[in-house]
């Protein structure tokens, strides 16, 4: 005995079924928006950092040698070389203002600062050891 099959359930089956694909589209499409979102961050963030890249170059030896040359350090017993690929930088009589500058300077380089020592020798002047790895 075979029955057969009510319209009715055949239709609210049918019903049911378009709900859960309408339900899985809407779900299906959020995800789509949230990835291309994320997406549209990612590539402003990487330019932003290609820009901060362009602006942050490397330093270079010759940049370093001439800010150290400078008359902003007369005074200041200041020797610097480079030994087994780092820059080291020697100061015996740094002032303050001296000592600013310099740390400014060479902290906003893009550089790696290897070793710093920085020890006061009385109430106006410092000694400074710095090694650089470029």
């Known amino acids: 005995m075979i029955r057969t099959i009510h319209p009715l359930y055949l239709l609210g089956l049918m019903l049911a079924l378009l709900l859960t ?7 299906i499409e959020e995800e ?12 402003s963030m990487a330019k932003r950092i290609v820009a901060l890249k362009k602006v942050m170059k490397t330093a270079h030896k010759g940049q370093i040698d001439a800010f150290l040359d400078g008359s902003l350090f007369t005074g200041a017993d200041l020797t610097h070389r ?3 690929g780092r820059y080291i930088v020697n100061a015996q009589k740094m002032n303050a203002r001296q000592l600013q500058s310099f740390l400014n ?12 020592k920085v020890e006061s020798q009385n109430d106006k002047h410092v000694s400074l050891y710095m090694e650089i790895s470029l």
Not at 32 to 41: E, G, M, N, P, V
Not at 106 to 116: A, E, F, G, R, T
């Open 32 to 43: 789509i928006s949230y990835k291309l979102s994320q997406r549209s961050d990612a590539r």
């Open 105 to 116: 300077r060479i902290l906003n380089m893009s550089v790696k600062v290897v070793q710093l």
């Open 21 to 27: 694909l309408i339900w899985q589209n809407a779900k």
């Open 82 to 84: 480079v030994k087994s």
